[in-house]
């Protein structure tokens, strides 16, 4: 005999479903509403209104659905847009192309920090993006909804923190690669002095 686990939502279903859908907007790629109704909800939970868990839980798959929906509409739309006839054709392209090896070599960041219509448009592969996207999701629900949870509101400002430091270490971690790069290319160049 099969057991069947039925999860039970403590509180008003529509909570959990105006927390699913702002989740989706969010990672669709419209700024805010996600963590707007996920520090909302996580508040609610800390005074017993609705389930932790399963405000996680609801945030957790309206991001990966809306993650989803955008890396399908950059990778269809965006992308054929950046490659098309018209103005600055080969600086798009160019954009592009240098796009496609930035997710190539700092997916998960990017995945994470960048909305999901961009990884699509730079043509992240399902079997790469679908993943990072999952995993993504999953530390934001848990770092929003918990932070509010255990502290209120002033999550924003932890999670705000979190995030500038995160894309100022990005952007250090970019241009270190750049410099040890170029040291590279330019030590194979340089003529070497051989003595006899």
Not at 21 to 31: D, K, P
Not at 127 to 154: D, K, Q, T
Request: charged share 15%; hydrophobic share 50%; with cysteine.
């Amino acid at each position: 005999m099969l057991a069947v686990a039925h999860h039970h939502f403590h509180g008003a279903h529509l909570d959990y479903v105006g927390v699913a859908l702002a989740a989706f907007a969010s990672w669709v790629g419209i700024t805010g509403p996600g963590e707007a109704a996920l520090i909302a909800a996580g508040i609610a939970a800390a005074r017993g209104k609705v389930d932790l868990e399963s405000v996680i839980a609801v945030a957790w798959a309206g991001g990966i659905a809306g993650g989803t929906v955008g890396w399908l509409l950059g990778l269809k739309g965006g992308r054929a847009l950046l490659i098309a006839d018209g103005p600055l054709r080969r600086t798009r392209r160019r954009v592009l192309r240098s796009g496609e090896r930035f997710y190539a070599k700092y997916g998960p960041l990017a995945v994470y920090f960048a909305p999901s219509w961009m990884a699509g448009i730079h043509g992240m592969r399902a079997r790469r993006f679908l993943p990072l996207n999952a995993v993504a999701c999953a530390i934001w629900a848990l770092l929003i909804g918990v932070g509010a949870y255990l502290i209120g509101p002033g999550v924003t400002d932890l999670v705000g923190d979190i995030g500038t430091y995160g894309i100022i270490a990005l952007v250090v971690l970019g241009a270190s690669l750049a410099l040890l790069s170029r040291r590279r290319r330019r030590r194979r160049h340089r003529p070497q002095d051989w003595k006899a």
